[in-house]
Each structure stands twice: as structure tokens, then as C-alpha cells.
């Protein structure tokens, strides 16, 4: 089987587990009010990986995925750092199914954009930014659970980038950022002007939502691929009032 065949089966399979597991939910199965997410956009849909590591044989098979797609498609790559802290427990699977060593990024509170980032740095002194080994030479892949807009990304760079200098350490790069789902949003824009490659299992907008269609039901498929089409429609209060009665359970 050709990676690309491989790649559309695995995607296909961690993205019905990820549905029947919660970490997609809809506001049809699962919250009929639907969610208001950190940037104020009013969503149907809302999807959350952090509890990827409470189901070991799941997070296995994401660690098999996720390893053999970075020796396909990251073929330099030969050490990752997961991004705190979502990140980490992915990282940790890749390495011991794919062998390949592995490190993560220190949360750092407060900070969400490069601008924090800056600003953070000032005040931080020469405390270490990244756990685990580095070495020159090194082609380092970052690693977390999903990517929206990029920024904690950006910022997993940098510690990347401060912690090269602190440590000394020559010709380490990185060119590539390795998550299980692209929510397509951007993303893949804005890390090519950082010069790197974003690399995901389940692109969520153009492939992830058609793997879902067998098992959502009709006006779920339909309403969550009309929202991540337009999603300004939905933020109309008369809409979501529609949706929340026309939900089988009413009322959470």
C-alpha cells in the first residue's frame, strides 16, 4: 500500500475514534448550546484532544501514525519536541513507536503569541525552555495535538531557537511541524513564512469532515460543513436558537 493510501485510512480510522471518544463534539450529540470559543466566535462544534493520553491504545495508534508520516513526508527529521503540553504525551507515543528521541517545550504561563513571547524572554533570565537532549546537527520536528492559527507554534520555535543559543549548539533546525489534525484555518500559510513545513494526519475542513459523514447525522454533517464555511452565519443568535431546538437533547 502507498503512503498516501495508508495515510487516508489511518487519518480515517483516528478521526472516528476521536468522535466516539468526545474529543470532536457537536452541539447535535453532545451540547445543545453549542460552545463560545477563546476567540468569541460562537461555534456548533468544538474539539478537544487533551484527553488523547486516557486512552492508551488510542494515543498508541496516533503514535504509529504520526511516526511513520514523519519518516515519509520528514525525512531529516531525527528528534522531536513535543509542544506543552498537549503536545507532549503525542511526542512521547512517537517516540517509542518510531524510535525516534524526543523532548518537549516548558509551558510557559501567559504567553500565546510571539509578542508574549518577547516580553516573557525579558524577564525569564537563562532557565531552560526546552527538556531533553539536543545536539549539534540536529533536524528537529515540532510535534502537538493541533493547529489553528499557528501562534503556539511560533512560540514553540522561538523557546527552540532561544534554547540553540543558550545551549550553544550548531546547525540544529527546524523545518518541519507535525500535528494529528489541521483545523485548515490558516495555518499552513503562515508556517510557510516561517519557512517550514506543516504536516497533518487529518486535514479537518477539505477531508477530516466527509470521514465523519458516516456516522454524523444528516443535519449534523450538514450544518458543521455549511459552519465551516461560513461561520459568521452562526453567530446570529435567531440561528443558534434554531439549532439548539432542533438538537434530540434540549437543554444542558
Known sequence: MSWRAEKEDLGRELIHALYKNGMIKTWFRDNP??????????????????????YPELLKNVGYALSTLIKEECGAVNRIIGVATAGIPIATAISLLGNIPSGFTRKLEGVRSLAD???????????????????????????????????????ALKQLEFEIKMRGLRDVRCSDVIVLLDREQGAEEIANEYGVALHSLIPFRSKGVSWLK???????????????????RYQDARVQEDLRTSAPHKGI
Open 117 to 155: 513571547f518577547n516580553q516573557f524572554v525579558k524577564r525569564y533570565g537563562e532557565h531552560s525552555m526546552i527538556e531533553g537532549i539536543l545536539a549539534d546537527g540536529d533536524a528537529v520536528g515540532i510535534v502537538d495535538d493541533l493547529v489553528t492559527k499557528f501562534d503556539s507554534k511560533v512560540v
Open 33 to 54: 448550546n453549542g460552545w463560545t470559543l477563546v476567540s468569541g466566535i460562537w461555534s456548533p462544534l468544538y474539539i478537544q484532544l487533551r484527553p488523547l493520553s486516557s
Open 214 to 232: 458516516d456516522v454524523f447525522a444528516e443535519q449534523e454533517y450538514e450544518v458543521i460543513v455549511d459552519y465551516l464555511r461560513d461561520p459568521e
